[in-house]
């Protein structure tokens, strides 16, 4: 506490005496930062159910080392403590308290998973600590009027759910919808997008039907989707529902367009298991370059990754993209602490946070850019539409966003 | 740590020897020491947390949680004999009854404790009653289930506990004027619950009931022929330790200050019977060291190696049971009260040699 007062009056005084008309040539810094280091705290499940993602935190650490072997941002070191806190908000708690309270980090930087993010957002933002780019699609994260020190990242369900509504709006004009939905935040994000995104047209949802994780089997909602006469799918599902629901609807002959979150579309999890030929047709979207797809191989930027990940112990991860995601979250970060410049305190990097004007990064879609301002907390906001072929997913049409 | 210092007090009594008044100095001597130690130890507690920063304050009171959530469990399996896989689940029903009525209906967290504790002690007894059926390993299977079902069966009441988002909670205020912030005040909220549950299950084990628990454990049939009625006394068991376990989620709730289903993983109830049995399985004292346990040496392990925190974990697991069988308090506990006996031994003869001397 003492400390922190101590810190917090040293840098009113820094303050006052810029305002007096002094200029230093020194730096402006909060908790965490100086001259040669800037401190970033980070939790992931290493272990537990969720681990599966931990590699975006390999990622991130990877590519923090190599910003700092290149030299580092402005000559200072990034000193990333990502710690396991097995997808256990308790732990995510303890855990973000001694980073934030011992090892006196400058921020929260990519946190991942909804629950671990939910357990620590109040208390973050009542010790005026940055949250940056938490790793969960949440709609929440977008809210700076009441949480000024939270921003998301990737587009949140309800943006995707919107894309998929502004399709159904320019080539279905007359669909008539069914959508399968988790019956949670999740499941309800997607939904309640879509209705927004149809606008005056949403009750061209004809049927809607919702499943718990603890379903053994979601047949019998295909069944009673496809005696509502829709020819429109959406499904918000995670991938074991969605493989089953595409095993159904194939094996019963119904033929809609069918719509398929970005959470479940994972050719791996999701599609294999359903049968690849039972895929084919479906549309999903997707916001940046799946390493797996051989239209990338030859580009700079997916060769640059590919060096990145081999020369930093990764190379078994390179079919992964959740590796591509955590490389695009540290460059964002990286990108801001740029432009914060020598003035390192937690005000300003908020402030810099929301000013990314189109920030491109290499590993995200062509045309698919950083956009943030005061009252938008929402960095990512465009998607690209794809659809499968019975081996990969095909991109196709524009950049389309949603809001 | 005060069975045993007694069993060895009482034990210790025929062979004393020399006259029955110096066995019985001797056992007031142990009672007053053991009453001085206890203040001073409460002392260090109250003195503590103004010479720590809020972090650690924070995790001495996890400490003193999971230690409340270790006794309770440690009246069911040390004591009764009866092995619970599924006490992670009444932690979370006890945090989510504190969680809901806070959120809900704007109770007062302090009023959420009692209701906690009647709400987990009937769940106790009711999930004793069938739990009655099942010995030893199977009533482990039992409780398994119970906390393998837990975060999911949260997801699925999603009206009354937020599902996945779970409930975000205001951190309780502390009163006006005592100068202490919401860190400390919380550590003394937890500290006076700890006390009055050991004091409390001090009262249950050492008397009556306590024996006809441990009766039940050691032989089943005995106790039965002796007129204790098995049934009854397996059952308010497991009320009463799922009672406490509850107290425990209640203040979690309250000091974390969220609840989630990812916070009552499988896991948790693990730690409880691990911590249990690193302390000393049928010991007070002993749900201290396990609290300890549970909150330090993950952390421990982490910073040690960050690519095999579990393994590590599991090491410092046998080196601990294979050191200490009993458990630290269980296995240091008599050792310690031989050692005390003896030193309290032969200063009191010595004094009762000088006074003789001084007589004559």
Redesign the interface.
Known sequence: ?TVKKAIAASLSAASLVLLGGLAFAAGQYGPGATDTEIKIGNTMP????ASSYGIIGKADAAYFAMVNEQGGINGRKINFIS??D?????KT??LV??LV??DQVLLMFNTL????N??I???LNDNKVPQLFPATG?NQWNDPKHFPWTMGWFPNYGIEAHIYANYILKNLPDAKIAVLYQ????GKDYLNGLKAGLGAKASQIVATQSY???DPTVDSQIVALQGSGADVMMTAAIPKFAAQAIRKIYDIGWKPTHLLSSVANSVGTALKPAGLEKAVGIISATYYRDPTDPQWKDTPEYKEWLAFMNNHGLSGSITDSQAVVGYSYAQTMVAVLKMCGDNLTRENIMKQAASMHNLSLPMLLPGITLNTSADDYQPMKQMQLEKFDGTTWKLFGEIMSGT | MNEDAEGAATAGKPLGGSSVTLAGTDSWYIGYRRWLAALALIALAIALPFALSNYHVFELTLVMIYAIAVLGLNILTGYNGQISLGHGSFFAAGAYTAAILMHRYGVPYWATLPAAALICFALGVLFGLPALRFEGPYLALVTLALAVATPQMLKYFDTWTGGQQGINLVKPLPPPGLGLDRDRWLYFVVLAALLIAMRVAANVLHGRSGRALIAIRDHPIAATAMGINAARYKTLAFGTSTLFTGVAGALSAMVIGFVAPESFSLFLSLSFLVGSAIGGIATIGGALVGGLFIEFVPNLANDISDAAPWAIYGLAMLLFMYAMPRGVVGSLGPWLAQLTRYVLENSSRQKMQTEKGRLS
């Open positions: 506490m290493y272990s537990g159910p710690r396991d097995s997808y256990s908000p308790p708690v303890e308290r001694q309270e011992q998973g909804t629950p671990p939910v357990a957002h109040a208390y949440a019956n949670d935040d999740f718990e994780t603890t």
